[in-house]
């Protein structure tokens, strides 16, 4: 989890269209685009309220304030924070000592060959390492578990691939942040706020290399989610 200095785009889709660079029917809002079939908005709805399980807060910054709590909800786990990038593992050519300052090369958890994962090409979410704040595991998150991450009106599924420092939150890989529309460069990408996390408790998915097994245990489990809410 490191401090981003987001990007900002040149031109917004209205500045395009008001100078006739993109035809006039085009939208400057973003499309809803998810995967499966549970939209973002459906899932949102479910989680306006907090019920509180971490001890205290998390920080999104190493120099912000502790504002954003864990909380509980039947099913699942949540959270609204930031997005910083991840880019540690498997060596590629966008997630590399050269092209990420703070780059290791591991995860917490590995691929069924027993490989770092890549966050390159797989969408997965860091969470916190344990501390008196909050305890991941003892809350039914595991390594491989599955995620939605919410952001902009489109969900990802995405599985837990790693473990950050104890007092921030709010950190997925490249692959999760290119495929929401973020900025993934791991240096200068990420988003400042309007990300949400929901956490599906004691999910695993097998392998957990496989984004295709994320997205249908995922949309299982999202679907359950909401009726059960």
């Not at 889709?13 to 939208?27: F, I, K, Y």
Request: include cysteine; charged fraction near 20%; aromatic fraction near 6%.
């Amino acid at each position: 989890m490191r401090l981003r200095t987001l990007t900002l785009a040149a031109a917004s889709g209205t500045a395009l269209l008001a100078a006739g660079l993109l035809p006039a029917h085009a939208s400057a809002a973003p499309e809803s685009v998810r995967e499966g079939t549970v939209s973002a908005a459906d899932l949102l709805a479910k989680v306006t309220s907090c019920s509180q399980i971490s001890n205290s807060k998390y920080k999104t910054d190493d120099e912000t304030s502790a504002t954003v709590p864990v909380c509980g909800k039947n099913g699942a786990v949540f959270w609204k924070a930031d997005m910083d990038i991840d880019c540690d593992g498997q060596r590629t050519a966008n997630c590399n000592e050269d092209r990420d300052p703070w780059y290791q090369d591991d995860t917490a958890f590995h691929q069924s060959d027993g490989k770092p994962l890549n966050a390159e090409t797989l969408p997965y979410v860091v969470v916190p390492s344990t501390s008196s704040i909050w305890n991941y595991a003892n809350a039914g998150i595991k390594g491989g578990g599955v995620v939605a991450v919410i952001y902009n009106n489109k969900v990802e599924y995405a599985v837990v691939g790693d473990t950050g420092p104890s007092k921030i939150i709010g950190e997925a890989s490249y692959a999760t942040a290119k495929a929401l529309g973020i900025d993934p460069d791991p240096e200068t990408g990420g988003a400042e706020s309007g990300v949400t996390y929901i956490l599906f408790k004691n999910s695993k998915v097998s392998p957990i290399e496989s984004h295709s097994a994320a997205v249908s245990l995922g949309d299982q489990l999202a679907k359950q989610f909401i009726a059960n809410n």
